[in-house]
C-alpha cells in the first residue's frame, strides 16, 4: 500500500469519526430539551397521574376495610355473650341477690346501690384504691362509694341483695 492510500485512508477513518462524533454530540445536547422533553407533561397528566391515583385509593380503601374489620372484631369481643364492658369507661350493671362477677386483672368497681361481698378463690382479693387496704377474706363486705381494683384474675364480687348496681371498667362475666 503506498503513502498517498494510507493518508487517504487516514483522513477517511478521521473524518468519519468527527461525522460521528459530531452527530452523537448534536443527539446528545438536543435530547430532553425544553423544545424536545424526554417525558411531556400532558403523558404525566394523562397517564401518569392516573395510574398513580388509582393506585393509591385501591390502597386506602384496603386499609380502610382492614381497619373496619379490626373495628367490628373488637366491637363483638367487647360486647354479647361474655358480658364484657367497654375499656374506655366506666359501665352500671345491675346485679340480683347472689350473682357474681368474676374479673380481669385491673377491673375497677364501685359498689353505688345495694350489697356485695368480695369473692375469688385468691388473697388478696381486692384492693380498696380509697381506702388503701387489701380486702383479703372472701366474703368481706364492701364499702358503698369506694373503688375496688382487681389485681388477681377470677376475683371479683358477689351480689348480697336485689338491685344492687356497680360501676364497672375493664373485663368481666356475670354469672
Given at each position: 500500500m503506498s503513502k498517498g492510500k494510507k493518508i487517504a485512508i487516514a483522513i477517511?477513518?478521521?473524518?468519519?469519526?468527527?461525522?460521528?462524533?459530531?452527530?452523537?454530540t448534536m443527539a446528545v445536547t438536543n435530547y430532553g430539551s425544553q423544545s424536545d422533553p424526554l417525558v411531556t407533561v400532558s403523558y404525566l397528566n394523562e397517564t401518569v397521574r392516573p395510574q398513580i391515583e388509582?393506585?393509591?385509593?385501591?390502597?386506602?380503601?384496603?386499609?380502610?376495610?382492614?381497619?373496619?374489620?379490626q373495628f367490628q372484631d373488637i366491637v363483638s369481643q367487647s360486647s354479647g355473650?361474655?358480658?364484657a364492658s367497654q375499656p374506655s369507661g366506666f359501665?352500671?350493671?345491675t346485679l340480683?341477690?347472689?350473682?357474681?362477677?368474676?374479673?380481669?386483672?385491673?377491673?375497677?368497681?364501685?359498689?353505688?346501690?345495694?350489697?356485695?361481698?368480695?369473692?375469688?378463690?385468691?388473697?388478696p382479693r381486692?384492693?380498696?384504691?380509697?381506702?388503701?387496704?387489701?380486702?383479703?377474706?372472701?366474703?368481706?363486705?364492701?364499702?358503698?362509694?369506694?373503688?375496688?381494683m382487681v389485681t388477681i384474675k377470677g376475683n371479683g364480687?358477689?351480689?348480697?341483695?336485689?338491685?344492687?348496681?356497680?360501676?364497672?371498667?375493664g373485663d368481666y362475666t356475670v354469672s
Open positions: 477517511a477513518v478521521l473524518a468519519f469519526t468527527a461525522l460521528v462524533s459530531g452527530l452523537t388509582a393506585a393509591v385509593e385501591q390502597a386506602m380503601e384496603a386499609k380502610a376495610a382492614e381497619l373496619a374489620r355473650a361474655t358480658g359501665v352500671v350493671i340480683k341477690k347472689g350473682q357474681t362477677v368474676t374479673c380481669g386483672v385491673g377491673t375497677e368497681i364501685m359498689p353505688r346501690i345495694g350489697s356485695v361481698v368480695s369473692n375469688g378463690p385468691d388473697s381486692l384492693i380498696d384504691e380509697t381506702g388503701g387496704v387489701s380486702v383479703t377474706g372472701a366474703g368481706t363486705e364492701l364499702t358503698v362509694n369506694h373503688m375496688y364480687v358477689k351480689a348480697t341483695r336485689d338491685n344492687t348496681k356497680l360501676l364497672i371498667r
